[in-house]
């Protein structure tokens, strides 16, 4: 999406509904990857809507990330700030794994 700034910004949508492609045999798990799930499954647990990623990359795309105008992208955090989002402590392994299946499911 082209925007009216030099330096969009890109934000995750977290939502469990967020899809992602799904991983070929020879994908080799890495800290980064089980780390973003991670912070994503809590993230959406938790209650927020938005991570700022600065940048679009292929990796973070599986993850539902999307560049934004700055327009919306400041519509979005103002509505973030104002949720009622705390970070949780800790995951279950069910909800890491129905996160898990929410980022691979394809249509």
Avoid: W
Wanted: net charge positive; proline share 5%.
């Amino acid at each position: 999406m082209a925007g009216a700034v030099s330096a969009p910004s890109c934000s995750v949508s977290a939502r469990p509904s967020v899809r992602a492609r799904r991983r070929s045999a020879s994908f080799a798990p890495s800290v980064e990857y089980f780390s973003l799930v991670h912070l994503a499954a809590r993230l959406v647990k938790g209650g927020y809507s938005l991570l700022d990623t600065q940048f679009e990359t292929p990796h973070l795309r599986q993850f539902g990330v999307v560049e934004i105008r700055r327009e919306d992208y400041r519509s979005r955090l103002q509505a973030a700030v104002r949720a009622n989002a705390q970070f949780p402590s800790a995951l279950t392994e069910a909800e890491l794994e129905d996160f898990l299946q929410s980022i691979t499911q394809t249509s």
